[in-house]
């Protein structure tokens, strides 16, 4: 009988070791469960909870379509002047519209506003550091004195959130120099720093969400705190790509506690508790939710009915 014991110890103790290592989460099942459901027996449905499969193939009708269309926010008119990217050999180069050679890059990948675009720049034949951006201007020439960055995000309420390298430009950047981590401003200038931070969501509503592994905190445009959760769990990178919202019109947000998804007001308080695999807008008036392997669409709650 001991023996039997320490045996299934021992295989509770593996399972449980190859949940960790693979990211699966492991919460008691009747707690959350009782809670989750009475939150989802409270909200307005217009889509049900969907096995996700489901879900992805067949759209889940006119209706979820009727939404997506009415509500998606409308892609900006380019305003650029035409480029082309030339290739020679493992080189690659930008002609700006007057025909004129700019700068070697590896691609072009994004934009930060209507005219101002996001370029990765290679090393050498061998190798091509994805770690170094530089932002162009209209004529396709480096920008913000050719400081070269992490990371860029386009540009909301006037700021972009932006992992910096602190010392040289694009020809000259010293291996040494470290990147500082916060929001520029239309000119380029570190206005916010976020030093410790793993992500942080765009401006919206004058807020920003900034995330660190144990704690999440609220900043408004001035850079200083508003109020701060702490997390329930270590708050890991990768959870947060896939579900990164700010504040909405209704100045409600999606947050992420460490294990699950729910939403706050301005003043932090829980509208949806955190029960939730991930919480995104479709415009203002609805919010799409996964839970347990199922999608649906939801009325924000507080909005029109």
């Known amino acids: 009988m001991k023996k039997k014991y320490v045996s299934l110890c021992l295989i509770g103790a593996i399972v449980a070791g190859l949940c960790l290592n693979l990211g699966i ?47 998606q926010i409308r892609p900006r008119e380019l305003k650029a002047e035409p480029y082309k990217i030339v290739k020679d050999g493992w080189i690659r180069y930008i002609v700006n519209g007057k025909g004129e050679r700019t700068i070697d890059i590896h691609d072009i990948y994004d934009q930060i506003d209507d005219y101002r675009h996001v370029a990765m720049l290679p090393i050498d034949e061998n190798q091509e550091d994805w770690d170094r951006i530089v932002v162009l201007g209209r004529d396709y020439q480096p920008i913000f004195g050719g400081a070269v960055f992490r990371e860029v995000r386009p540009y909301s309420e006037g700021l972009s959130y932006c992992i910096k390298y602190r010392y040289g430009d694009y020809e000259h950047l010293s291996i040494c120099s470290k990147p500082e981590k916060g929001f520029m401003d239309e000119d380029g200038k570190l206005v916010i720093k976020t030093p410790g931070c793993i992500d942080t969501s765009d401006f919206s509503q004058g807020r920003a969400i900034v995330y660190t592994h144990d704690k999440v905190y609220i900043i408004g445009r001035d850079g200083n705190e508003i109020f701060s959760m702490k997390a329930r769990a270590v708050i890991r990178h990768d959870l947060l790509m896939q579900c990164m919202e700010g504040f909405n019109e209704h100045g409600t947000a999606p947050i992420y506690d460490g294990k699950n998804w729910g939403l706050i007001d301005r003043n932090g308080n829980w509208i949806i508790k955190p029960v939730f695999g991930g919480i995104w807008w479709i415009g203002t008036e609805f919010i799409e939710i996964s839970y347990l392997y199922k999608r649906g669409i939801a009325r924000f709650p507080g909005g029109e009915k």
Do not use: C, F, H, S
């Open 25 to 71: 989460r492991m919460y008691p099942a009747a707690k959350i469960g009782v809670e989750a459901e009475k939150i989802i027996n409270d909200l307005q449905w217009v889509v049900p909870l969907t096995d996700e499969n489901r879900y992805q193939k067949k759209n889940l009708g006119e209706k979820y379509e009727r939404i997506r269309i009415d509500e």
